[in-house]
């Protein structure tokens, strides 16, 4: 009878182990939030795009800035990985723009991360100092 038990022991313990293994490092559902944060700077706008969430969360992050006017249209693109710090709060993206009144501006950010995609936008109409775009 202990051959018969002794694997069933075993198998009880194996599938302990697997169960515990994988309640020690469980998947955060919490989604990630982005943020566009809008400053006045000399001459322009800075633009700050900052992700939050649980502390050790990774993903990726995509910026992209417009600007139009009489001159025409410009782009600029930023891309790249990160890990939410203890703190929260994480910003990957920084850029000033040259401010017209004949110009309009849209920045645009996405998130992707293991609990799927989120974004953020602001634009001319809504870029005042101290304003900040959220998802």
Do not use: N
Request: glycine letters at 12%.
């Amino acid at each position: 009878m202990r051959t018969t038990w002794m694997p069933l022991v075993l198998a009880s313990l194996s599938l302990g182990c697997a169960v515990a293994s994988s309640a020690s490092t469980p998947e955060p559902s919490e989604k990630l939030k982005c943020e566009i944060r809008t400053q006045a700077v000399p001459g322009g706008l800075q633009f700050e795009g900052a992700v939050r969430g649980a502390a050790g969360r990774t993903g990726r992050y995509a910026v992209a800035v417009e600007k139009s006017g009489p001159g025409g249209t410009s782009q600029l693109s930023q891309d790249g990985d990160f890990a939410i710090p203890p703190s929260g709060s994480i910003a990957v993206s920084s850029t000033e723009l040259s401010v017209s009144a004949a110009e309009s501006y849209r920045v645009r950010m996405t998130v992707w991360s293991g609990s799927g995609q989120t974004g953020c936008e602001t634009h001319s109409a809504s870029l005042q100092p101290g304003k900040e775009g959220q998802s």
